[in-house]
C-alpha cells in the first residue's frame, strides 16, 4: 500500500480470535487475529477475557490490549483489504 494507513476507527469482538475492524475510509470487515498475537505480552490478551478487552488507541489508530499489546494497522489494513497477510503470497 501507498501512502498513509488509515486509522481503525472501532473494533468489535466476534468472537475469541476474531475482530470486526472499521477503518476511517470506511473499509470494514472480520480478521482472525489470534495465530498474529505472539511471544509473552500477548499472554493475557490471549485468553478469552484478555481477548474481549480490545480497544482503540485513538492516539496510535491501532487496537490495544491491557497489559501494553497492539497489532499493526498497516498489517490489519491490509488484511481486511486484499484477505491475506502481508507476509502470505496470494494464491493466483
Known sequence: MI???PDIASVAVVRHGVLR???TDGLSGDVDVLDR???PVFDH???PEGFAQVTVDP???TIV???GSDLAPDTLYERVRTGAWP???VAA
Open 37 to 39: 498475537m505472539r511471544g
Open 87 to 89: 507476509d502470505q503470497a
Open 21 to 23: 475492524l472499521t477503518f
Open 65 to 67: 490490549w491491557p497489559g
Open 59 to 61: 492516539e496510535t489508530g
Open 45 to 47: 490478551a490471549r485468553t
Open 3 to 5: 501512502g498513509l494507513t
